[in-house]
């Protein structure tokens, strides 16, 4: 039979009997993905970390838990809470779903859109262009036919907001690092600290940027999972002239 075991030069061999009963073997190369060049602590970031460095950021004291009575670590989570809703707006690969289904009411026929839902589409692949989704009243509603009622399944591409500590550790960072220096320019407005976080602000977001490539591994024509593709030209949609 065949079988895997451990080789000199951190390969696996592959074993097999030949017909007089001699074990072979030969190795069995693996292709490992490169190095990324980015090491992330163990240590994932939690809320109450973010909220001790922006408090850093005007030289207050760290504490144990989020006291939401203090007016400093109030607006400080405010802010956390506000930065966090804008980066995740921008749609990246691990808040990002395509085709999500929502299922109409058995009775009112309606769409109940959830409270984290930070963005939604009907899916081109699905629907075409038969629906102009919108929010009204907190319900799906369609602009083209002005109606509150679906009668079949609606499938979206969705953007979702996420809780801080569901975030990749790379975006708790970079939130962590905006969220503190717009703390800080409300509090102290201090110019040379405002520009040592921009600076490193630039780098937590590029990280982020990298993260999402690598995850979301997109191409000239979109990415594996079908977003963004590239439609060829359609004669019945252009315009009657």
């Known amino acids: 039979m065949w079988a895997l075991s451990a080789c000199p030069l951190q390969v696996l061999c592959v074993t097999w009997p030949d017909p007089k009963g001699v074990?072979?073997?030969?190795?069995?190369?693996?292709?490992?993905?490169?190095?990324?060049?980015?090491t992330y602590p163990k240590h994932m970031t939690t809320k109450l970390d973010a909220v001790n460095q922006m408090l850093s950021y005007i030289g207050?004291?760290?504490?144990?838990?989020?006291?939401?009575?203090?007016?400093e670590i109030y607006s400080a989570v405010s802010i956390l809470d506000e930065v966090t809703r804008s980066?995740?707006?921008?749609?990246?690969?691990?808040?990002?779903?395509?085709?999500?289904?929502?299922?109409?009411?058995a009775v009112t026929n309606e769409i109940i859109i959830p409270?984290?839902?930070?963005y939604f589409e009907a899916n081109l692949e699905e629907h075409h262009n038969d629906y102009q989704l919108v929010v009204r009243e907190g319900k799906m509603y369609d602009k083209r036919y002005h109606v509150y009622q679906f009668d079949?399944?609606?499938?979206?591409?969705?953007?979702?907001?996420?809780?801080?500590?569901?975030?990749?550790?790379?975006?708790?960072?970079?939130?962590?690092?905006?969220?503190?220096?717009?703390?800080?320019?409300?509090?102290?407005?201090?110019?040379?600290?405002?520009?040592?976080?921009?600076?490193?602000?630039?780098l937590l977001r590029a990280a982020c940027i990298e993260y999402d490539t690598r995850t979301s591994n997109p191409n000239v024509l979109g990415t594996r999972d079908g977003r963004n593709p590239v439609y060829t030209y359609m004669p019945y949609q252009t315009l009657r002239r």
């Open 23 to 38: 074990a072979s073997a030969a190795p069995f190369f693996l292709s490992l993905p490169p190095e990324t060049g980015h």
């Open 152 to 202: 079949e399944q609606i499938k979206c591409d969705v953007v979702w907001l996420v809780d801080f500590e569901d975030m990749p550790q790379p975006f708790k960072e970079y939130v962590t690092a905006r969220a503190g220096r717009n703390f800080q320019a409300r509090f102290v407005g201090s110019k040379e600290t405002y520009e040592l976080i921009v600076q490193d602000e630039q």
């Open 60 to 71: 207050a004291s760290a504490v144990n838990t989020i006291d939401n009575d203090n007016p």
């Open 87 to 105: 980066v995740l707006s921008e749609g990246w690969d691990f808040n990002s779903e395509q085709k999500y289904p929502f299922n109409p009411d």
């Open 115 to 118: 409270t984290n839902l930070l």
